[in-house]
């Protein structure tokens, strides 16, 4: 039988120091979490290392001989504004409608591409653009020993040292968000042993319009400029100017600028360390100004520096990096990897002996995060900061139908809120430019978004209809915009921050049309996301190469039904806590009643369409219509067992084979789904090891410097699998907060710090055997926390008890208060581990302190005589709460005596299970397992 076995002394000394602290306690993170490592330079820039601010990024390859880091800048877009808009289809959206709900599919998009999409919607949108590279030539360096290069996570440093000879080489790089410029410093061991060139040159594009310019000047011995103009596009008059600069500053020795191949290098000799300083900008200011001057912003950046030290610039970002990162922990496993290489572990967390490889997959996903979504700066793309190509997949921009939403799933429940800034600040943008789309296409207030953008902000549909007629991108802002209120429950970002909620909600009130057929409110146009019926397959090929689609248009799909209901909720709910928009308010819940209800189709799954069109052999990459499942909250195993049900159907219709984020977005189902063990099984599947940087090159996966496989690479991967991570964890999205609700069998034991739980709580959270052990609450805003747990809890505040409700569904409620500390005990594992205390014929009670007094009435009455332990009836083991006591499978409601020597396992036995011996209530029975 099972049992639960616990380090009594150390559980009790852990839940002791939670009763009195005055802070939450953050365990130190541990090491084989926080660093990735190499024993060699990177070949590939899937194998390279990346930094950043938020802003300006690199990808570090950690050469000896010649070192090359990749530099990008998050606003070098090619181009510059436009307005994407067509001359708008209002006129023909009846027609359409008509043919839609008519079964004529085809000549609905036909239609619809005519009349409806952007100017130019064959045209993908804007590239975003490499800056260019920075070389450091070091000769002599070709052959070394001891070779090291790292990335630390919780200070954001890239290291690489190695010998030559019995001169140690180190270099360190950094991107400093306090002062806007990225650092790399070379160190020798041996003074004057520094003889390094520096060079900087611009990214010269293979295809597209080919009429990017740039080029390199020099400033006295110590400067290298890049000046350069971003290349044209069709729909735009406009293009993005940039300028960035290196600064070399040795420490002993002698610098000069020399050319070589007709390119000015930095060359510094007989150093004894030297550092540079690089610093970029572009013309940027909004998506409609690119009237910045690049060269005044680069000028303030480094007058800003003034006489600043390397020490102080380093000691300032690590500060400024690990205040973000160090908030939250996660280990679970015991052991340290942290000695063995990177690409090592991969095969060990196939094996199951790596456990801690998934925190420092869930802790890099934090890490990318905060290099690439800073406050004041763009929010992360396709690629989050880093890509090489300039022409990229997909052109590094913002997929709205998934990629945009999925980047942030992490920010505010790993405790990065402040990560959100960007994304939430372009939302507030992109509803100025959906407004003029509602106006054009519907004649409707409010606002939409479609299904792609870039850095422009293009709202207008593109690609064609098979894509662009899915328009409800602004509905999943909405629930974004919400998400985060619901984090921090800050009212006067809710107040700031309502009205795109109340307008995208608008738009529905008035667009919202009566199926012919079914009388349900419906969405038409409507779509899939990239999916139609009978998905990839029925894209056929022809002779020449081209491709035939399936019909994709429809009314209604159950992604947009989700979408609308979720956001029609969101809006009244923030309209009732602000006093606003009564008449609205009432409009839409009327109107909400009336929107399609989920379909079970025939083979149990849930319908993607109004209509049973689903088949099981269609293996899209898309599941689109579970998003209420996740990130949406109307599909739950407790409160729509049914639908929940046809969810998994339809997961493994799917399968689990796909492409990175796919894989990552199937984790947070089976997440939400309380399967533990699937989850982990897919988490196992998206840390496989990809070792082609091509796309469509195999299965998605992971890459060995740990970034996410589409293929080619897409952050997304990254920021779902740290979403999954969490939501296998710790899950408040019902109203409630749940410890372990999908914990895998892999991760029996382990310990976190620091997540976050919708209401404004930050959690700590220990657990033992598969069972949480005890939580520590702070609770940010005071507002009542609610637990759901089939194991009874105790609550104190120091070292206080906090009187608890009960309600039905073993849900549990308590008050708090702002900046309150509170612990909570799992009572039923702390009773297990004292009657064990017992059956070891330990006597001593006086270390429990108010622990014991919590359950004091628990356990009591056993007598210990020597070896044997007497009792006098069932009550012994918890007096008049009808918990009972089982002995090899039979109740026991007199015993003599028991061995300690004799037992072979002890544990609790929960309500549900207890049934079996006629436990009432919900309590529970004591299985004691004789040898």
């Not at 025939?602 to 219509?625: A, M, N, V």
């Not at 699937?678 to 998206?686: C, F, P, T």
Request: glycine share 8%; hydrophobic share 35%.
């Amino acid at each position: 039988m099972y049992s639960i076995r616990i380090n009594l002394c150390s559980f009790l000394l852990l839940i002791t120091a939670g009763l009195f602290a005055q802070n939450p306690v953050k365990n130190e993170i541990p090491a084989s979490t926080r660093m990735i490592w190499y024993d060699q330079p990177a070949d590939l820039w899937i194998e390279a290392l990346p930094i950043g601010n938020g802003r300006l990024g690199g990808m570090v390859y950690g050469g000896t001989h010649e070192e090359i880091i990749k530099l990008n800048e998050n606003s070098l877009y090619a181009g510059g504004p436009y307005n994407s808009n067509g001359p708008g289809g209002y006129a023909y959206l009846d027609s359409i409608r008509n043919l839609v709900f008519e079964g004529k599919g085809k000549e609905a998009e036909e239609l619809f591409e005519k009349t409806m999409m952007a100017r130019n919607w064959k045209q993908e949108s804007a590239p975003y653009q490499p800056l260019g590279n920075i070389r450091i030539f070091s000769p002599g360096h070709a052959f070394v020993s001891d070779y090291n290069r790292e990335l630390l996570l919780d200070s954001a440093l890239a290291l690489v040292s190695y010998k030559v000879g019995d001169i140690k080489f180190t270099r360190t790089a950094f991107c400093s968000y306090p002062d806007q410029v990225m650092v790399i410093k070379i160190d020798a061991s041996k003074p004057g042993s520094i003889n390094t060139y520096f060079q900087l040159e611009g990214v010269t594009n293979p295809g597209g319009t080919r009429d990017e310019k740039w080029g390199i000047s020099f400033k006295d011995d110590n400067t290298l400029i890049l000046s350069g103009i971003t290349r044209s596009i069709e729909v735009s008059d406009e293009r993005l100017r940039y300028e960035s600069r290196i600064r070399a500053v040795p420490e002993g020795g002698s610098m000069e600028i020399i050319y070589k191949a007709n390119m000015p290098l930095i060359h510094v000799e007989g150093a004894n360390s030297v550092t540079l300083y690089m610093t970029t900008a572009t013309s940027y200011v909004n998506y409609n100004d690119i009237s910045g001057d690049p060269v005044k912003r680069n000028n303030q950046v480094l007058n800003d520096l003034g006489s600043r030290t390397y020490d102080d610039i380093l000691k300032d970002h690590v500060l400024d990096f690990s205040e973000l990162f160090n908030r939250v922990s996660l280990d679970l496993a015991n052991n340290n990897t942290s000695d063995i290489p990177t690409d090592q572990r991969f095969d060990l967390f196939a094996c199951g002996e790596d456990p801690n490889f998934a925190s420092l997959f869930f802790q890099y996903g934090r890490y990318l995060l905060i290099s690439c979504s800073r406050p004041g700066g763009i929010p992360a793309n396709l690629q989050g900061l880093w890509n090489q190509d300039m022409n990229p997949a997909w052109n590094g921009g913002f997929t709205t139908n998934i990629n945009f939403e999925m980047n942030y799933w992490l920010s505010d429940m790993t405790n990065l809120s402040e990560c959100r800034e960007p994304q939430l600040t372009m939302i507030r943008k992109m509803s100025e430019t959906g407004r003029e789309t509602a106006r054009l296409n519907f004649n409707a207030d409010g606002w939409i978004f479609n299904c792609n953008t870039d850095i422009w902000l293009m709202s207008a549909p593109i690609y064609g209809a098979y894509w662009g007629s899915w328009h409800t991108a602004a509905a999943w802002f909405c629930d974004d915009l919400w998400e985060h209120f619901l984090f921090t429950q800050d009212t006067a970002y809710l107040k700031e921050y309502y009205p795109l909620i109340r307008d995208a909600a608008l738009f529905f009130d008035q667009t919202l049309v009566e199926h012919p057929k079914y009388g349900w409110l419906v969405i038409n146009p409507s779509g899939s996301p990239e999916n139609g019926p009978g998905g990839d397959p029925a894209w056929t090929r022809n002779p020449d190469g081209t491709r035939n689609r399936p019909i994709g248009i429809c009314a209604s799909s159950t992604c947009d039904n989700a979408l609308v209901s979720e956001l029609f909720e969101h809006f009244i709910e923030a309209s009732l806590i602000l006093g606003q928009d009564e008449k609205l308010r009432k409009s839409l819940a009327k109107k909400k009643k009336r929107l399609p209800p989920y379909q079970i189709g025939q083979y149990g799954q849930l319908q993607e369409w109004l209509e049973d069109l689903d088949i099981p052999e269609d293996k899209h990459r898309h599941t689109s219509h579970l998003w209420g499942l996740h990130p949406g909250t109307s599909i739950d195993p407790l409160k729509t067992p049914k639908l929940a049900d046809a969810a998994k159907i339809t997961l493994k219709h799917r399968g689990d084979e796909s492409t990175g984020w796919a894989i990552a977005w199937r984790t947070n189902y089976w997440a939400r789904l309380r399967d533990g063990n699937k989850a982990y099984k897919l988490l196992r599947r998206n840390l496989t090891l990809v070792d082609s940087p091509e796309y469509g090159r195999g299965p998605g996966g992971t890459y060995l410097n740990l970034f996410d496989a589409h293929p080619p690479f897409q952050i997304d991967g990254n920021f779902g699998g740290t979403s999954a991570i969490t939501e296998m964890i710790l899950q408040s999205h019902n109203e409630y907060i749940e410890f372990l609700p999908a914990l895998p069998d892999a991760w029996p034991n382990g310990e976190c710090s620091g997540l976050c739980a919708r209401g404004a709580f930050e959690i700590d959270l220990k657990w033992d055997e598969g069972e949480w052990i005890e939580a520590t609450i702070l609770s940010k805003k005071g507002v009542p926390c609610v637990i759901i747990s089939d194991s009874r809890i105790g609550v104190t505040a120091g070292g206080r008890k906090v009187k608890v409700s009960k309600a039905q569904n073993d849900k549990y409620s308590f008050l708090t208060e702002p900046g309150g500390i509170y612990t909570i005990i799992n009572r039923d594992v702390l009773k297990m581990a004292l009657l064990e205390e017992h059956l070891k014929g330990k006597k001593d009670f006086s270390r429990f302190s108010s622990i014991y007094d919590l359950i004091r009435n628990e356990i009591y009455n056993v007598n210990v005589n020597g070896t044997q332990i007497t009792t006098k009836h069932v009550t012994t083991i918890n007096a008049g709460t009808e918990v009972l006591l089982v002995v090899n499978g039979a109740v026991v409601n007199n015993i003599s005596y028991i061995n300690p020597n004799d037992v072979e396992s002890i544990r609790y036995v929960h309500n549900n299970e207890a049934t079996k011996y006629g436990v009432r209530g919900s309590n529970g029975a004591i299985e004691i397992v004789l040898k």
